[in-house]
T-cell receptor, first 112, second 112 residues
Framework: DGGITQSPKYLFRKEGQNVTLSCEQN?????MYWYRQDPGQGLRLIYY???????QKGDIAEGYSVSREKKESFPLTVTSAQKNPTAFYLC???????????FGPGTRLTVT | RKEVEQDPGPFNVPEGATVAFNCTYS??????FFWYRQDCRKEPKLLMS???SGNEDGRFTAQLNRASQYISLLIRDSKLSDSATYLC?????????????FGQGTILTVHP
């Protein structure tokens, strides 16, 4: 089955720790994205990547970092510099920037 | 003015009712439009793309009005399973080419 997987589903961390969220896709999509969703708000773009070894900042990139070493994988690191990291993180992919996004099941991160 | 604006609702309708949601967008150069559905604590899933001439998929009809810069979603014969949050998504053109902006979502509850 083609799709996007994210792990883990729930993640708990102490303040001051970096944490890495996994995202893998087998849809053969070139573009991948990370979004953040907070209660009552729309999705906000953190980072995106159109091709391997290239990525661009989205609207709220501060405190986050990404890598794109393989087409299938686009991990997101939430660093201790991110002021309000508790949120629902969604990874997505698409054939290209112009096309609809397909989302993974998300990771709920709680930082205390 | 927000880039994409939706009435957050909630819309509470009985089974079998017809319900319509509108969404306005501010960028007149926007190129493509989508409706997504998001169930509680789940990832958004593509419901349908919105084409210039309007399009229908079963009980769902999407319309685009470029002159007034809004899109709409009509749901006929509502089912209990239609209860969800409906996200309006706009793909900007011009200098923001490829950027998808998500509305906050409209909550729909269908009751027996």
């Amino acid at each position: 089955d083609g799709g996007i997987t994210q792990s883990p589903k729930y993640l708990f961390r102490k303040e001051g720790q970096n944490v890495t969220l996994s995202c893998e896709q087998n849809l053969n999509h070139d573009a991948m994205y990370w979004y953040r969703q907070d209660p009552g708000q729309g999705l906000r773009l953190i980072y995106y990547s159109q091709i391997v070894n290239d990525f661009q900042k989205g609207d709220i990139a501060e405190g986050y970092s990404v890598s794109r070493e393989k087409k299938e994988s686009f991990p997101l690191t939430v660093t201790s510099a991110q002021k309000n990291p508790t949120a629902f993180y969604l990874c997505a992919s698409s054939m290209g920037l112009y096309y609809e996004r397909y989302f993974g099941p998300g990771t709920r991160l709680t930082v205390t | 003015r927000k880039e994409v604006e939706q009435d957050p609702g909630p819309f509470n309708v009985p089974e079998g009712a017809t319900v319509a949601f509108n969404c306005t967008y501010s960028n007149s150069a926007s190129q493509s439009f989508f409706w997504y559905r998001q169930d509680c604590r789940k990832e958004p899933k593509l419901l349908m793309s919105v084409y210039s001439s309007g399009n229908e998929d079963g009980r769902f009809t999407a319309q685009l009005n470029r002159a007034s810069q809004y899109i709409s979603l009509l749901i006929r014969d509502s089912k209990l399973s239609d209860s969800a949050t409906y996200l309006c998504v706009v793909n900007a053109g011009g200098t923001s080419y490829g950027k998808l902006t998500f509305g906050q979502g409209t909550i729909l509850t269908v009751h027996p």
